[in-house]
């Protein structure tokens, strides 16, 4: 059953494909007000025939909850040690590049209190210097690509750096019959929402290779870093994937990610193009597992909800001030 709440709606947003999102950048997802139907109107108690404002939904018609973003929800179980460790060394070879940043700290009265605001400027302006986005930016544009592609859109123009890439793709996903792009799903049950890359078919000798039946759809998600230290992740993300219905932001209607079949909740596809080394590679994942995982992050996730809101708050019953 879909938890229903009422959210705050000031400062809202809008993306693309018309998903209300908070300051945050977190997905509202909306359902019909069972109450009203979703006409806003119920009729009146007092004058027969009459109808008054929806005392569930306030005349909206609908209620919604702020969901979390798959990512996001299954971080708590992600090991983060390594990432940690590379946003030290690009800090670090941020301040090597532009050496007036350190003099710039060393300015600041109390980086770790009151400076602490500017304190991060400075860490970010280092990690710029380092170009730590750099790898994002090109992964963000060698996904544009491969969605042209999968779509049977010209990419236009491609840069020569890419485009030994682009050819392994092809090349790889030749097996694969791309059912969708691009797709917004929501899995009510946790309460979270995101937007898997791809939902394939998969046919003739990769169907084989991967000793599934020929026409198995399964989701598929492009990678152009490593993943060797995120599989686990990858896993729990992919299997919510496998779980979604399609969410209607005009309508609120959650329907079956295809009418094909059943998308398979045991495999997953990793296709791993790692940007600028003209290969690619499809990486099969058990998402039967990545499920279990999934699990342990609900459970994790309210063990900390309820010492962030309804535990003892620390509050003593005992105080001794000296």
Request: net charge negative; proline share 3%; with cysteine.
């Amino acid at each position: 059953m879909i938890d229903i709440v009422d959210i705050e709606t000031s400062g809202d947003t809008t993306d693309k494909r018309g998903i209300v999102r908070d300051k945050k950048d977190r997905p509202k997802i909306f359902t019909l007000c069972l109450f009203c139907d979703g006409d806003g109107r119920t009729a009146s108690q007092k004058r027969a025939g009459k109808t008054v404002q929806c005392p569930a939904c306030k005349g909206e018609g609908k209620k919604g909850k702020t969901y979390a973003r798959t990512t996001t929800y299954i971080d708590v179980l992600d090991d983060k040690t390594s990432l940690s460790d590379w946003k030290l060394r690009m800090a670090i070879e941020g301040i090597n590049r532009k050496p007036g940043l350190l003099e710039a700290w060393k300015e600041l009265t109390d980086p770790l209190g009151a400076d602490k605001g500017k304190a991060m400027g400075l860490v970010g302006a280092a990690m710029d210097a380092a170009d730590s986005s750099l790898k994002a930016e090109v992964g963000t544009a060698l996904h544009e690509i491969s969605e042209d592609i999968d779509a049977g859109k010209d990419p236009g123009f491609i840069p020569d750096e890419f485009l030994k890439d682009i050819e392994a793709y092809k090349l790889c996903t030749a097996d694969l019959e791309v059912i969708h792009i691009e797709t917004f799903g929501v899995l009510d049950e946790f309460g979270i929402a995101g937007t898997f890359d791809r939902l394939v078919r998969v046919k003739g000798e990769l169907a084989r290779e991967l000793g599934v039946p020929d026409g198995t759809l399964l989701i598929a998600d492009l990678k152009t870093g490593g993943i060797e230290y995120g599989l686990g992740k990858i896993a729990m993300q992919l299997a919510a994937y496998s779980r979604m219905k399609q969410y209607d932001p005009v309508t609120f209607v959650r329907s079956e990610l295809t009418d094909l079949g059943e998308v398979s909740q045991d495999l997953a596809l990793i296709i791993h193009m790692p940007s600028g080394e003209g290969r690619c590679e499809l990486v099969p994942v058990n998402i039967d597992k990545g499920w279990t995982g999934l699990a342990k992050c609900r459970d994790l996730r309210e063990w900390r909800n309820y010492w962030n809101r309804k535990g003892s708050k620390g509050i003593g019953i005992r105080t001794i001030t000296l």
